[in-house]
């Protein structure tokens, strides 16, 4: 099990160097749902269930964010980890260098 968990998190990594190393005028821009995704599972594999209080009013990005990373309740760390995974998968198909990132999920 041990095992299993450190490729989750080898994968996980891996995604979240992708994702932060987006150039920010680069031909792929994720849209602020996807990035809410990435946000919350990233959050969820990193920190666990929410546990703040959600920002005030005036702090609308804010709230989003608590919002999608709340929404994940009591997901575990892994289910999360490999969720961020599986979203990088889907985007990887408008990301160009693909077949990087193909070999970078491969079971």
């Known amino acids: 099990m041990a095992e299993t968990g450190s490729v989750h998190a080898t994968r996980f990594e891996a995604a979240v160097k ?3 190393s987006l150039p920010k005028n680069g031909s792929f821009q994720p849209t602020n749902e996807m990035m809410l995704k990435f946000y919350s599972f990233y ?21 989003y964010k608590w919002d999608a990373w709340s929404a994940l309740g009591n997901m575990s760390k892994e289910e999360a980890m490999i969720a961020y995974v599986e979203e990088m998968k889907k985007a990887s198909s408008i990301i160009s260098g693909r ?9």
């Open 18 to 20: 992708v994702i932060q």
């Open 43 to 63: 959050k969820q594999a990193t920190q666990g269930p929410c546990n703040i209080p959600r920002p005030g009013f005036w702090d609308p990005i804010g709230r």
């Open 99 to 107: 077949d990087l990132l193909e070999q970078l999920f491969q079971t």
